[in-house]
């Protein structure tokens, strides 16, 4: 199983810039996308922005040009630069992981989520 530890949320104002971290620990054969998600009160939880581990990233329309994801192999942690943020950046941001667990000859493909982090902006 893998465990995922955020950090990083808070209050700033608009046009302001924010560093979220998320940690992965635990046992896995390798782990193969990190990212981040988010969920702002009343919608649905959608993708802000994804690295493989081959670090192709991906990217919500809505942040392009103003979040970079970024990701330590070695380190098992994804980072999210967070700059320009607009009030409508407010929302809950949760880690996200997709890993794979050997048993034997067997792979196993797993998802999991860090517990979310807040991330607040002020007009």
């Known amino acids: 199983q893998v465990q995922l530890v955020e950090s990083g949320g808070g209050l700033v104002q608009a046009g302001g810039s924010l560093r979220l971290s998320c940690a992965a620990s635990g046992t896995f054969f390798r782990i193969n996308s990190m990212g981040w998600y988010r969920q702002a009160p009343g919608k649905q939880r959608e993708l802000v922005a994804t690295a493989t581990s081959g670090l192709s990233l991906n990217y919500a329309d809505s942040v392009k040009g103003r979040f970079t994801v970024s990701r330590d192999n070695a380190k098992n942690t994804v980072y999210l630069q967070m700059n320009s943020l607009k009030p409508e950046d407010t929302a809950v941001y949760y880690c996200?992981?997709?890993?794979?667990?050997?048993?034997?000859?067997?792979?196993?493909?797993?998802?999991?989520w860090g517990q979310g982090t807040l991330v607040t902006v002020s007009s």
């Open positions: 996200n992981a997709k890993w794979t667990e050997r048993d034997n000859l067997s792979l196993y493909n797993l998802e999991g």
